[in-house]
């Protein structure tokens, strides 16, 4: 992934920054309340309170505009997720590594407007396959690869026996957040949330895991 | 759940009956090509071949017909799931009687239409919250009740231990379902199933559920 902005690797200034932080936020609120085909870049200029040429200065099109927001979100949800994973202490073990991550994880991914822009997405797949893409590399597979990362370093450490790390690091991503994500994605931001314990659920998905992978 | 058809509980003649079958195969095609808000009852009578009149009498609204088609197609599907999971022989195991449920399911749910018509019902979910619920319900909830049952009766018959046969059922089915699932939505259709061997897959979940519920 080495797509840029349209403004390249040009900096900003401060206020231009505040100017694309104003029509990002507009955008995205437009885009999830009313969908990708009803929104307008004047109606976008008009919310952020921007002028046109302003927009089209820093997004050429509406299709870059949406691009860059989805592109912003989900790397600053990624990022969020697991900048680095944790190094582990020498009297960790593996059942409070992995659960304070998936926890942290779990929260990040059922964030209403991060679970809005995937639907979002899912449902313009056929006009932009690539920004599905996107989301799909920034979003879960990041979260797998930082897990799988962990796991490694977890193996290393004598406190898991992990034949293939990437395998396990899927099959504990899906694990935690399958159903959350189902509830979410077809009954609602707050179905997924609302009667969750996040804590019981995690250790839940760890005693299947553990029994398949703990020493 | 008790929505019925438009028709209510009249029986429909034979002729009826195809027409209506030719009404929900041009509107699936035309709401999957275009979205739901392109797609006009003037469009859908033109391109199955009825008077409009007789579209109107089937279904009563764009919306009635769309309801109706996406209940119809997750109906069909989950029946094809498993109507009755399957009699446990004597010299069945659970790795085997599992794999043979999770390998249909996995094929079925994996059906393009099926995924196309879960990524517009996704995309719909503010206008039409009722339609993505019923989705739940006889998507992965209905798979997971029938799992569930399964899983109880290998309990029964000593060939697995599971103190809480749903539990343990939403997390073998996102085991199973989780990955192929997500890149379906995100990468489109081909991408779930070209390069997934099913019984790898199915049998690498197995290994780590019946880690945590083997005896």
Known sequence: MSMKTSRGERPLRPSSIAKREAILAAAQEAFLAHGYDAVTM???????EVAKQTLYGHFGSKEAL????VRSQTRAASERVMNEPPPIAPDDDARSVLGRVL????DTVL??????LRRLVIGLLA???DLARELYEH????AIRSLAELIGRLDDAELLAVPDADRAATQLNWLVMGEPVNRA?????????????????VDEALDVFLAAYGR
Chains 1, 2 share one sequence.
Do not use: Y
Request: aromatic share 4%; net charge negative.
């Open 42 to 48: 004047d109606s976008i200029a008009r919310d952020s």
């Open 66 to 69: 949406f691009l860059e927001l």
């Open 103 to 106: 926890r942290d994880q779990l």
């Open 111 to 116: 964030a209403p407007h991060l679970l809005a």
């Open 127 to 129: 006009p932009f396959p």
């Open 139 to 142: 979003g879960a597979q990041r």
């Open 185 to 201: 994605m077809l009954l609602g931001d707050d179905a997924a949330r609302i009667g969750l314990d996040t804590a019981a659920h």
